[in-house]
């Protein structure tokens, strides 16, 4: 287990330094990691805003891959943001931050009900480090 942590409106910048920090050694290159952070950040982002507010990152390393999963205890994601998600307009407010994590993240992973929902971020560890 690199982290398991329960977070809040004002723990986001905390928090995506912690998980900066945990995935530094671990060998992913510059522009895998930081995109794969920026991934973790929208997550993290969607449930402070539209899923009451709190909730728990666990980040881990097994099989050649790190996990982010995070939950929320919110009302579920609607219907209509559950397919992967197309491109947001240029000009539309809002709407990248489930597109972002397909985007940047090996697999993406969604279970959503009632009460709460579970985003897991899986990106693959095979990549080579900076030189």
């Given at each position: 287990?690199?982290?398991?942590?329960?977070?809040?409106?004002?723990?986001?910048?905390?928090?995506?330094?912690?998980?900066?920090?945990?995935?530094?050694?671990?060998?992913?290159?510059?522009?895998?990691?930081h995109g794969y952070i920026l991934a973790v950040n929208e997550v993290?982002?969607?449930?402070?805003?539209?899923?009451?507010?709190?909730?728990?990152?666990?980040?881990?390393?097994?099989?050649?891959?790190?996990?982010?999963?995070?939950?929320?205890?919110?009302?579920?994601?609607?219907?209509?943001?559950?397919?992967?998600?197309?491109a947001p307009e240029a000009f539309e407010v809002g709407g990248r931050g489930l597109w972002l994590a397909h985007q940047l993240c090996d697999e993406v992973t969604t279970a959503t009900g009632p009460i709460g929902t579970s985003i897991g971020l899986r990106i693959s560890l095979d990549a080579a480090p900076d030189s």
């Open positions: 287990m690199l982290l398991d942590r329960a977070f809040g409106q004002e723990d986001i910048t905390v928090l995506r330094h912690e998980v900066t920090a945990r995935l530094a050694p671990l060998g992913l290159n510059a522009d895998r990691r993290i982002t969607n449930v402070v805003l539209h899923a009451g507010g709190q909730g728990r990152l666990v980040l881990r390393a097994e099989g050649g891959s790190v996990w982010c999963m995070v939950t929320d205890s919110g009302p579920g994601i609607p219907g209509g943001y559950l397919d992967e998600p197309a």
